[in-house]
């Protein structure tokens, strides 16, 4: 069977913040992705200062009101 090998895409950001920001952008695009697609979306996070980067996530545009 033969493998495929896949390109790693790299990405550096000048701070913290940027980091903040494109994460909130990333993990917003793909739980509307998957909600079109299967009608859920879950994120399972292990703790870490991972939990303060997704800080954007409820901060407009991201956060929004029902």
Not at 7 to 29: G, M, P, Q, R
């Amino acid at each position: 069977m033969a493998t495929q090998k896949r390109k790693k895409k790299v990405l550096n950001f000048d701070s913290e913040e940027d980091v903040a920001n494109a994460l909130a952008k990333y993990t917003a695009d793909l739980s509307e992705k998957f909600i079109k697609e299967k009608g859920s979306f879950t994120v399972v996070l292990s703790g870490g200062t991972l939990i303060d980067t997704m800080r954007k996530l409820v901060e407009p545009p991201y956060k929004r009101v029902s």
